[in-house]
């Protein structure tokens, strides 16, 4: 698996149009292009596009079945994006903390 930026991962769920398609493809295990644009408001072609973008973020697969692409969430797609939350998460957790304990020291 080729290395992905979490830049590319944020960007792709960044647009609201897209975030919903791969929010839609997560509940539904698996599913195509043609079954997304049956139940949207979105073109078939804009849609193709939108799994362009989730492909190049990889946080889709797809399996080719006779003339049909089936795609499925790749949750190791989402990977750097926790990584990078993770490291934040752990900055705040230690600013919380001293925090406290400095509420703690106004309040003695």
Do not use: C
């Not at 949207?40 to 072609?45: E, G, I, K, R, Y």
């Not at 692409?69 to 990078?84: M, N, Q, S």
């Not at 230690?94 to 304990?101: C, D, M, N, Q, T």
Request: charged share 30%.
């Amino acid at each position: 698996m080729r290395e992905i930026k979490v830049a590319t991962v944020i960007q792709a769920l960044a647009d609201p149009t897209r975030r919903g398609i791969y929010e839609r493809i997560v509940r539904a295990g698996e599913t195509t292009v043609a079954e997304l644009a049956r139940t949207s408001t979105v073109s078939q072609p804009a849609i193709s596009q939108h799994m362009k973008s989730l492909r190049e973020a990889g946080l889709v697969g797809q399996r080719r079945s006779g003339r049909n692409t089936h795609y499925r969430a790749d949750p190791r797609g989402l990977e750097p994006l926790v990584d990078w939350i993770g490291i934040y998460g752990e900055f705040w957790r230690g600013r919380f903390a001293k925090l406290k304990e400095l509420l703690k020291e106004m309040d003695s």
